[in-house]
């Protein structure tokens, strides 16, 4: 864990937010749905996304369009879907809440947190040494 301890912020900020949405996210998933520790832990793991996607425009290890890249790109499509999936939950169409959250859990934790095991990023180094 060294290397991401050792990080400058918002890195390990960013990683632990992301990790521990994985692990709520996945709560999530499996538990029942509707009830008020599901609308809980829903509201922390919108938190955590917010967190995960805002902290990410202050880290700039890739840089493809100047200090920005793709990943970039996947926040502000996080942040409006965060919120796409909000409103339809308030407005009870509990249908699309649930397929937005399930694309923003596969997509933007778990597909992209693949990527952060790629050599020579930080978490392939926690990985692999």
Known sequence: ????????????????????????????????????????IGRAWVALMLLVAISSFFIYELRLWGAFSPIHLLSIWTILSVMMAVHYARKGNIKRHAQIMKMLYIFALIVTGFFTFMPGRIMYQVLFG
């Open 1 to 40: 864990m060294d290397p991401l301890l050792t990080a400058s912020q918002p890195i390990p900020l960013h990683a632990f937010a992301a990790m521990l949405a994985i692990i709520l996210g996945g709560a999530q998933l499996a538990m029942k749905k509707g009830g008020m520790l599901h609308k809980l």
